[in-house]
């Protein structure tokens, strides 16, 4: 689904913790699953980084790249940096949102945070710097135009 974007201002330094859903022009839902708690009865950290993932993908997607599918010219997960603020149980609806915040000449990053239907506030968030990559010839690529149209940074 595609909201509208504020401009959410802030420092020169990001604080995800202030992030809310009004910040994201893409935002996906997903269920939890039963099989996504561990042992203390939450969702397991590394599923997180799966609910992150499966959102990243769907809005790559939009932006005409198949991570499904071996295009030549696709992305390649570079870095990752996560933030968890809450702790998030089974059942819950959360969504998730993504949005370019930096482009440079081959990379670019992704912000992406992680919302409970019970909170405005996030229960994660975190950075992902994506490389535009050509598979065949194994080197990194200008970045595309679609990227580059997508570009939505956070004004100071």
Same mark, same amino acid.
């Given at each position: 689904?595609?909201?509208?974007? #504020? +401009?959410?201002?802030?420092?020169?330094?990001?604080?995800?913790?202030?992030?809310?859903?009004?910040?994201?022009?893409?935002?996906?839902?997903?269920?939890?699953?039963?099989?996504?708690?561990?042992?203390? *009865?939450?969702? +397991? +950290?590394?599923?997180?980084?799966? $609910? $992150?993932?499966?959102?990243?993908?769907?809005?790559?997607?939009?932006?005409?790249?198949?991570?499904?599918?071996?295009?030549?010219?696709?992305?390649?997960?570079?870095?990752?940096?996560?933030?968890?603020? !809450? *702790?998030? !149980?089974?059942?819950?609806?959360?969504?998730?949102?993504?949005?370019?915040?930096?482009?440079?000449?081959?990379?670019?990053?992704?912000?992406?945070?992680?919302?409970?239907?019970?909170?405005?506030?996030?229960?994660?968030?975190?950075?992902?710097?994506?490389?535009?990559?050509?598979?065949? +010839? *194994?080197?990194?690529?200008?970045? #595309?135009?679609?990227?580059?149209?997508?570009?939505?940074?956070?004004?100071?």
């Amino acid at each position: 689904m595609i909201h509208p974007g #504020s +401009n959410f201002k802030t420092s020169s330094i990001l604080n995800h913790k202030d992030l809310r859903k009004e910040d994201f022009e893409f935002i996906s839902s997903i269920d939890t699953r039963w099989r996504d708690m561990d042992a203390i *009865q939450h969702v +397991n +950290n590394a599923t997180i980084l799966s $609910y $992150y993932e499966t959102v990243r993908v769907e809005f790559l997607g939009r932006l005409g790249f198949s991570l499904v599918r071996r295009q030549s010219n696709g992305v390649i997960l570079a870095s990752m940096q996560i933030d968890y603020f !809450s *702790q998030l !149980s089974h059942p819950s609806k959360i969504d998730v949102g993504c949005r370019i915040t930096r482009i440079g000449t081959k990379s670019f990053d992704l912000c992406s945070a992680l919302f409970s239907e019970l909170s405005e506030y996030p229960i994660s968030a975190g950075k992902f710097v994506l490389v535009t990559f050509d598979y065949i +010839n *194994q080197k990194t690529i200008p970045i #595309s135009k679609s990227i580059k149209d997508s570009y939505l940074p956070f004004i100071d």
